[in-house]
């Protein structure tokens, strides 16, 4: 059984009360609102005013429970990913699926999911610090920053992704990057500056909750949660 459960009601059920699920299917969730605006540095792009699915599972198999058309979308086999995790090709040094960043409900939402075994795994192997800035600046950074980047367009340009592939957003290419200001090449529409300030609010926007659901898998990181509320 598919089990998802919002952070709030994770961080505040009783340890006596926590329900007998197999722990591929404890996942937590925690929506993220993202608001920015980069008018100054592209009007394609406007006024950024989205939100992100953070979640956090056990294993890989957590993944296909947040949303619906995870497979679709990623291209990866869920039948697949739990016969490989149930015959043991899953350890904190070498997880199917270390964390993931796309979208889903049709294309409706966006998510950004990561394996916390397998995070614990890095984190020991790397240090703490290096492997959540790793995977934050990876999944939560790079990845975020493109699809955030991609609906805003898409929002200013009066364009719906719901229920649509996103590359149909420019044609047959998403958007670029670059500071290219050629009408004639009229893919480059996210100036470099653009990218990069969307990109550290996304990362700011994320860590406090990102911090919290992690110290389940990185118990230390419960001591640094008090620094990022002040």
């Not at 009783?14 to 007998?20: D, F, G, M, R």
């Not at 992100?52 to 058309?69: E, H, R, Y």
Request: proline share 5%.
């Amino acid at each position: 059984m598919k089990h998802v459960k919002l952070f709030e009601a994770f961080i505040n059920e009783a340890s006596n009360e926590v329900e007998k699920e197999s722990s591929s299917t404890q996942t937590v969730t925690k929506i993220i609102p993202l608001k920015m605006d980069l008018t100054d540095w592209s009007k394609d792009i406007g006024v950024v005013d989205d939100q992100v699915t953070l979640a956090f599972s056990p294993d890989s198999t957590g993944l296909f429970s947040i949303g619906a058309d995870i497979e679709k979308f990623t291209g990866i086999p869920e039948e697949e990913v739990k016969k490989d995790f149930a015959a043991g090709k899953e350890s904190p040094d070498d997880a199917l699926i270390f964390g993931m960043q796309n979208i889903m409900n049709g294309g409706k939402d966006i998510y950004l999911w990561i394996n916390g075994t397998r995070l614990a795994g890095s984190a020991a192997k790397n240090g703490i610090m290096p492997a959540v800035n790793e995977i934050l600046s990876h999944e939560g950074g790079a990845h975020l920053t493109r699809k955030v980047l991609v609906r805003a367009i898409a929002k200013k340009k009066g364009i719906s992704l719901d229920g649509r592939e996103w590359i149909d957003v420019t044609g047959d290419n998403w958007p670029a990057i670059g500071e290219n200001d050629d009408p004639k090449n009229p893919i480059v529409m996210i100036p470099e500056e653009a990218y990069a300030e969307c990109l550290g609010k996304c990362v700011q926007a994320v860590t406090p909750a990102f911090f919290e659901m992690a110290a389940k898998y990185i118990p230390e990181l419960s001591t640094v949660i008090p620094l990022l509320k002040k």
